[in-house]
């Protein structure tokens, strides 16, 4: 039997001991996962425009931070929607919760909005769910 993925501090997203990483911390708030940011330009595309991959990223680790210590969700499906730019150094928070919680996937849902509320990306995702033990 496979153990549960283990993290080690070193994801891009939230790893601490990553120099080259984003460096974000995820706190719980009830049912959600909340994080609140700012980007430099080194994460740009276009000029001062933060990168579209960048934004599907952070917003896939808030879901993948939605699990248990008793669970690893693995992402199996993602599908991000792209609403307003955001600019380097614009204050931001993405907020993760689940959806729909099946046992063996999890239906979850992330936004990243501004300051200000406008919505700049959502993303929904299908996470399947490992357990200690279980196959993958």
Known sequence: MEKLPERDDFCF???KNNPKGLHLHFKREGEKVISVFILDKHYQGYNNIIHGGIISLILDEAMA???T???RFLTGKITVKFFSSLKAGEKTRVTAWIENNRKKVKETVAQLSKEDGTIIAEAQALMFV?????ER
Do not use: A, N, P
Not at 130 to 134: A, H, M, P, Q, R
């Open 13 to 15: 997203v939230c790893g």
């Open 69 to 71: 210590k008793e669970e």
């Open 65 to 67: 931070h939605l699990q």
């Open 130 to 134: 490992v357990k200690e033990g279980e």
